[in-house]
């Protein structure tokens, strides 16, 4: 526990009386132990977070002879590029020049095809991501954080191997591919 050390100080010197000095030694060991089992206690009692998976559907590679067919009016195809910048065009591609945007921009235009296909369709949107070379992983879970915030229910295809060449002349003159 705690002692005192009373051994140095005081004696005669020069006929002055000086008062002994007390230095004082605390056993922290108690505490210690206390740490210990405080530390084991809220591990053991401690629920760990458990990370959450979100539903991809990717074409396969081996089966080119079965396609998804979609119908173009409720499709949104959304190209990943380089800078973080995406580029996205509804129906099929080439009927129209893809919009060109920031991620930060990206939420609005979801939100309104979304929309826009529930109230002329009464059907939900299905979103085809198709990632470049150019494009980051972090793009990727932008993106997919993006869809999952807008609450589109759907799982988004991902289609990386069946970029048209229509699509990645439309990104080269954007400067984004």
Known sequence: M???DT???GGKKGGKV?????????????????????????????????????DIAKPDQEDNDVK????ASETMTILLGKNDKVAWYMGEAG???????????????LMKNKEDVYKSKGRNLVVVIKPTDGATYKNFVDIMDELNIVGIKTAPAIDDVYILDS???AMKQAGIL
């Open 7 to 9: 051994s140095s100080g």
């Open 18 to 54: 000086r008062s002994k000095k007390a230095s004082t030694k605390v056993d922290l060991t108690a505490m210690v132990d206390l740490a210990f089992l405080l530390i084991t206690f809220f591990m053991l009692t401690t629920s760990l977070s458990k990370p959450i998976a979100m």
């Open 95 to 109: 009927s129209t020049a893809p919009n060109i945007e920031s991620f930060s921009e990206v939420r609005k235009s």
């Open 68 to 71: 998804l067919e979609l119908r």
């Open 2 to 4: 705690a002692e005192l």
């Open 167 to 169: 699509e990645k002349a």
